[in-house]
């Protein structure tokens, strides 16, 4: 049964603009994509940095340190659970709605409930309702996630030519490092500038707070934008269609032929293993090392905001190669550079560890640039929200949701004093997610307003 829309005007005269007009909305809306993802993304993955260094003792100060840990991370896993549920409520009211209305929405609820991750009280005021209250919010947090990539992602991608769609659609992804970069730098700022004490009391809790006004500058711009014109079309066309052609519901539409969901899920799985890598085991791992935690903050940072400009470009050599064989060889040689990688975060030597993050992120972006066409292009225009939603934070849950849980119980396994196990987790992650990529069909040439599901 089909969802009546209204169509502001704004996004029907779209389909009168001239080409360069398109191109210029185009750009407006990849611009978008890009920052909404980026706040979004500022409070998911401050979350990963805060579960490293500050939930342990600030929640679980009554466990020993390592135990404190895990259960710190088991807080952040909570997140990536409720991310498939945001992709499915997300992404049905986005193929019958529209892409912007839930983009506003989803970035509406990331924003509050970071704000208020901020003003959670410690465990030494209200016991372990604090982690209790920290799990609700970090659940709120991962549905809004949910919904946002496949918006922002789709959004971009549909108002793209066909022979840019990766290199548009790589900026959602690229807001994930964006995000990463600003929320690991100031949160290092304020754990370098204040005390111990003051920063575990109080200082943690601004960058969140912070978040606030993210979410009225992100509501801004996100007001300002048209609807996917590919949407559009395809909502026109439903309206003229004969009752008894009416499409089933998107999720119905995505799991009666489940292939596409299945393959894609997994061939992003190990891509997002290596992110939360990044992002939280090695930098606990540095520090273990003899590394001040605010350094390897930095570091993490100033390489994030490298590997922006490495996630744009490889997405745009995978328009004009294809989006598997760039995938394939970014796994490749991630894998190569494990053992070398855990040499150099050991050395408590600033600038190996920045070089390490640097060349990590690098070939990261490799895997991550054409992500985000790879798996929207699977997916039929009218099911397209829900499948490239539910595919992409499926492998989220797989790859990122458990990996800082089983990489420090790994570690710990081995009395915290070889990394061997840890690395054969990843290489074992990376052979599923090769052989996804394989049996996945190329797509960079698909039509998609012909390409149904």
């Known amino acids: 049964m089909s969802v009546s ?10 389909h009168e603009l001239t080409p360069a007009q398109k191109k210029k909305e185009s750009r407006r809306v990849i611009l978008s994509s890009y920052l909404g993802s980026s706040i979004e993304f500022y409070d998911f993955l401050l979350y990963a940095s805060a579960s490293a260094l500050v ?11 390592l135990a404190g840990t895990i259960a710190s991370y088991g807080t952040f896993a909570a997140g990536y659970l409720a991310r498939p549920l945001g992709g499915a409520i997300f992404g049905h009211f986005g193929d019958k709605l529209g892409r912007k209305k839930m983009l506003v929405l989803s970035m509406f609820i990331m924003g509050i409930a970071s704000t208020l991750i901020g003003l959670v009280p410690s465990a030494e005021m209200i016991g372990s309702w604090g982690a209790v209250i920290l799990v609700m919010l970090r659940m709120f947090q991962g549905i809004a996630v949910g919904g946002e990539w496949g918006g922002a992602a789709l959004m971009a991608l ?35 500038v204040l005390p111990q004490e003051e920063f575990l009391s109080w200082g943690w809790r601004v960058p969140f707070l912070l978040s606030f006004v993210l979410l009225v500058i992100g509501m801004i711009v996100r007001s300002k934008i048209t609807e996917s014109p590919i949407f559009l079309a395809a909502l026109e066309k439903e309206k003229n269609e004969p009752v008894k052609a009416k499409k089933k519901l998107p999720i119905v539409e995505v799991l009666r032929r489940p292939k596409a969901l299945i393959l894609t899920m997994l ?18 791992y540095a520090t273990e090392f003899g590394a001040e935690r ?52 050991r050395s408590n030597n600033w600038a190996l560890i920045l070089l390490a993050f640097t060349i990590a992120l690098a070939l990261h972006a490799v895997i991550f640039g054409p992500l985000a066409a790879f798996i929207s292009e699977q997916f039929g225009t009218g099911s397209r929200y829900t499948g490239a939603s539910m595919g992409y934070q499926l492998a989220t849950l797989i790859g990122a949701g458990l990996t800082p849980i089983i990489l420090s119980s790994l570690y710990a396994a081995s009395g915290g004093t070889s990394v061997t196990t840890v690395i054969w987790y990843l290489v074992g992650l990376a052979i599923v997610s090769a052989t996804a990529i ?11 307003e012909t390409h149904e599901h």
């Open 5 to 14: 829309t209204t169509t502001p005007a704004s996004d029907t005269a779209i």
């Open 55 to 65: 939930f342990p003792t600030v929640f679980f100060s009554d466990l020993d340190p």
């Open 158 to 192: 549909e108002h793209s030519e066909k022979g840019r769609r990766g290199f548009a659609a790589s900026f959602t992804n690229a807001g994930a490092p964006t995000g990463a970069a600003l929320g690991t730098f100031v949160l290092g700022t304020f754990a370098a």
């Open 267 to 284: 061939a992003g799985a190990s891509g997002f293993a290596l992110q939360v890598l990044l992002s939280t085991f090695s930098v606990s």
């Open 294 to 345: 605010s350094s390897v903050l930095y570091a993490f940072a100033f390489a994030s905001v490298a590997s922006i400009f490495f996630v744009i470009y490889f997405a745009h050599i995978s328009d004009r190669f294809g989006r598997r064989p760039v995938m394939l060889v970014g796994l490749a040689l991630f894998v190569a550079f494990l053992q070398p990688f855990f040499a150099m975060m």
């Open 438 to 448: 394989i049996l996945t069909r190329e797509s960079k040439n698909l039509d998609l």
